[in-house]
């Protein structure tokens, strides 16, 4: 390492000394000078200085295969003795790779046969685990360095012909989803799969949920008009998508419903300091949602409705089910139906793992025979409308993995699949003037970024117009 400092400093006095002791030209008198024969022998001083350092550097890599282990990982590199137990106490303990997967990658540096870095990068994660070494099996540094990253904003119009997904796919995929610009590898084919589900499933399952059916609405000739995130890592050349800002659905036989973006301070239930909120709404204020999902599971099916006189498949006799089973594989993310507080969370008898959520105007919900908890929440903790609450389990009193979903109003049981569920409070007062003003402007901006003059909804005489 002291080697590779002391070539680069000399690499660089050397380049300093070409600039600053040549004798300046003349303007009047003297021959121009050559900068092709002075960037040559640049490059040959490159060349010769990459040479050296490659002849006292060495990367090993190694990769996890299935069946694959962090100790094979590590000896697979030449890591071994007291440095193996070292980088195990590091990695897992300290820096908490605790598990390996099919993919992750490991790179162990060597300078002169002695090592002086080694590299994990998990496959799933943005960056990579850094341990330092200085000529002894004891490291003297070790932290996480996540990847560069920025976010920028897009605008995209989509025209449907078969459906949202291919329209997405055809022309909302950013040219720069890959390093190459093409889907060439195994790995580009499932980022490009994400990139459209990803877009697609905020369109269809969160914003405009309410107001289209996708299966039955959708018709060759809509447009989509999407102002939307993306996150673009600059190291490895690639671009994910983050989420959409706004949003216009266009029908082809006429009409159209908008998502528009406001950020405001959650409802009463949210702790003091909560940060500001997005939420979407309509050209008038009114919210995009109703207060509560319909169910907690999308993809759920019923396995035991709502019923006050049920034979308990465990207990062996009848009794009231106060609640919907929804039956969905082991793991299934399960999701609040609606924003609230945490009030319980953990075993209560017969549901098993629970998750109760109290909400505004009275109502609570409750989830049980979670396998496992979402990270990061507990007892207090506010949750959105959709935020991941725990997974699908059989905990407590089940025959087999479903949860168990059931509504309180004003600490009654109500039957979730019979109740009209209230819609989501609108802009009022202050927050809807601030929102008027700001949509003229948000709809300029997005215009430019389109360019070309954006659909708007009008109320008066026709559907839609231009501005």
Wanted: charged share 20%; with cysteine; net charge negative.
């Amino acid at each position: 390492m002291r080697s590779r400092v002391v070539l680069i400093a000399i690499f660089l006095l050397a380049l300093g000394a070409t600039f600053l002791l040549k004798k300046p030209h003349s303007l009047r008198s003297g021959d121009a000078w050559s900068f092709r024969d002075h960037f040559s022998r640049l490059e040959h001083l490159t060349d010769s200085l990459n040479s050296v350092l490659a002849d006292t550097l060495e990367i090993r890599t190694a990769y996890v295969e299935e069946g694959g282990t962090l100790g094979a990982l590590l000896y697979s590199t030449g890591i071994e003795g007291n440095t193996y137990l070292n980088c195990c106490g590091v990695l897992i303990d300290s820096l908490g790779w605790t598990s390996v997967h099919v993919g992750d990658t490991l790179e162990a540096f060597y300078s002169r046969d002695s090592l002086v870095k080694v590299r994990a990068r998990p496959r799933n994660r943005r960056g990579y685990y850094s341990i330092e070494f200085d000529g002894t099996s004891e490291p003297v540094d070790w932290y996480w360095v996540s990847e560069d990253q920025y976010t920028r904003l897009r605008s995209v119009i989509l025209v449907v012909n078969t459906s949202v997904w291919a329209s997405i796919a055809s022309s909302g995929v950013p040219s720069d989803l890959t390093p190459s610009g093409l889907i060439v590898t195994e790995r580009d084919s499932v980022r490009e799969i994400a990139y459209i589900k990803g877009l697609e499933n905020e369109l269809s399952n969160r914003l405009f949920v309410y107001d289209i059916d996708f299966y039955y609405d959708v018709q060759p000739g809509d447009s989509v008009w999407v102002l939307f995130e993306e996150t673009r890592y600059p190291g490895s050349s690639e671009t994910v998508f983050k989420r959409i800002i706004a949003a216009k659905y266009n029908f082809a036989l006429g009409g159209m419903t908008e998502a528009i973006p406001f950020f405001h301070q959650p409802d009463s239930l949210a702790p003091d300091g909560t940060a500001l909120i997005l939420d979407y709404y309509h050209r008038d204020g009114a919210s995009l949602r109703t207060m509560f999902l319909k169910m907690p599971v999308p993809f759920g099916r019923i396995s035991s409705p709502y019923s006050d006189s049920r034979m308990h498949p465990v207990l062996g006799y009848s009794r009231a089910h106060r609640g919907i089973d929804y039956a969905a594989p082991m793991g299934t993310e399960i999701y609040a139906v609606g924003d609230g507080v945490i009030t319980v969370r953990g075993v209560r008898g017969g549901y098993g793992n629970m998750v109760r959520v109290r909400h505004a105007n009275g109502y609570e919900t409750g989830y049980g025979h979670m396998s496992s908890y979402a990270q990061n929440q507990e007892i207090g903790s506010y949750v959105r409308q959709g935020d991941v609450i725990g997974y699908i389990g059989s905990t407590g009193l089940s025959t087999g993995p479903h949860v168990h979903f059931e509504m309180k109003r004003n600490g009654s049981y109500v039957n979730p699949a019979t109740e009209i569920l209230p819609p989501a409070n609108p802009l009022l007062e202050e927050d809807l003037d601030s929102f008027m003003l700001q949509l003229p402007i948000l709809e300029s901006t997005w215009s430019r970024m389109a360019g070309t003059d954006i659909p708007v909804f009008r109320n008066e005489g026709t559907d839609s117009d231009s501005t």
